[in-house]
């Protein structure tokens, strides 16, 4: 069974300064094909001890977006700062005092881990490239984390094939934690597992975050999932962040076209009739990131577009307090 999460209601903690400060990030890829661009100028914070669920259909940039957080994709432009500090710039030996503090958790564990390594020393290796602790006092670490995401000792000998895909990403996750990171990126977690094994990893999320005040971008095409472990949520759409808002807030009252789409979407008894208008209709696909439509990137699909959202690129505004911001010229 899921577990609430407390954190919900830990909203005066976002009035404080955040962990990460994401400002006109911007990856562009040249191809044969031309510039892709995968993300396309957002800008986000995210508070210790808070997780942000970033949302959105496949090929949106979402991964990309996390992957550009933690520089194992290089920005065409825009700032990362973490406490302050710019990340953007930094040669890759003055940026690996900082990925301590930043680690990542994939959604295909099976590719993440090395087959030719044992458990153990898959864990122990970023404690090992850090210079932290000796190899008696990094193997006592390597036990106690394999404790912490319900793993036995014995778990270290082993390699991964050994392993189901659900304890896999426990072991993906407790690398990602072995360096006491501030955030953690998990891109799509939970997607490749059976629904019972996805709670068992949704519940392991939020104890360690209850005990260890790790902050999490959880992002997700899942909707359902988002709604159960997000403080707030973002809505990416074509490399843009299109809306932001309290968890609640979103769910309740969502500002901009495309959100309520993706909301309408969710098979859900509570909200059937409830919210007019349909889902995201899956044989209208994604425009090319090639060549974006122009204005409001979502306005050919959107019923309420006007020749203003052609034409013009909306700003992330507040639209209702709270912090609740969205993209668009009609809300």
């Given at each position: ?15 404080a ?19 892709s ?21 496949s090929?949106?940039?979402k991964?990309?977006?996390g ?5 194992l994709v290089e ?7 973490l406490?302050?500090?710019e990340?953007?710039?930094?040669s ?6 900082e ?10 564990s ?7 390594w044992?458990v153990g020393?898959?864990i ?16 006592a670490?390597?036990a ?8 036995p000792?014995d778990?270290a000998?082993?390699?991964?094939h ?11 996750l ?7 990171p501030?955030l ?17 990893i949704?519940?392991l999320?939020?104890?360690?975050q ?5 902050a ?6 899942d ?11 973002a ?5 843009r962040?299109v ?6 807030a979103?769910?309740r009252?969502?500002?901009?076209p ?5 909301l ?5 008894l ?13 044989h ?6 090639y ?5 409001c990137h979502?306005?050919?699909?959107c ?8 034409a ?14 969205v993209?668009?010229h009609?809300?």
């Open positions: 069974m899921l577990q609430s999460n407390p954190l919900y209601r830990s909203t005066p903690e976002l009035k300064k955040p962990l990460l400060a994401v400002e006109d990030l911007a990856v562009h890829y040249r191809t044969a094909r031309g510039t661009r995968a993300v396309d100028g957002i800008s986000l914070e995210i508070h210790q001890s808070e997780t942000l669920g970033l949302v959105g259909e090929g949106c940039g991964s990309t977006l992957r550009a957080i933690l520089r920005p065409s432009r825009g700032s990362i700062r406490d302050g500090r990340l953007v710039g930094l890759q030996t003055a940026l690996r005092g990925r301590r503090r930043l680690q990542m958790v994939f959604q295909d099976g590719a993440a881990l090395d087959p030719r044992t020393q898959l122990e290796e970023p404690l090992r490239v850090h210079g932290i602790g000796s190899l008696a006092e990094r193997r670490r390597v106690r984390l394999l404790a912490d995401v319900g793993l000792a778990a000998a082993r390699y991964p050994a392993f189901s895909g659900g304890q896999r990403q426990r072991i993906g407790a690398r990602a934690i072995a360096l006491e501030d953690v990126v998990c891109d799509e977690p939970v997607s490749a597992l059976d629904v019972s094994i996805q709670a068992q949704l519940n999320l939020h104890d360690l209850a005990r260890r005040g790790v999490f971008l959880f992002i997700s095409h909707l359902s999932v988002v709604e159960h472990v997000s403080d707030r949520v809505v990416m759409y074509l490399g962040i809306e932001i808002a309290a968890r609640e979103l769910w009252a969502p500002a901009h495309y959100t309520r789409k993706l309408a979407a969710v098979p859900s509570e909200r059937r009739g409830r919210r007019a208008g349909r889902g995201i209709d899956h209208d696909t994604l425009p090319s990131p060549s974006p439509p122009s204005g979502f306005h050919p699909r019923p309420m577009a006007v020749e203003r959202c052609r013009e690129v909306p700003s992330l505004r507040v639209t209702s307090g709270a912090g609740h911001r993209a668009c009609l809300a």
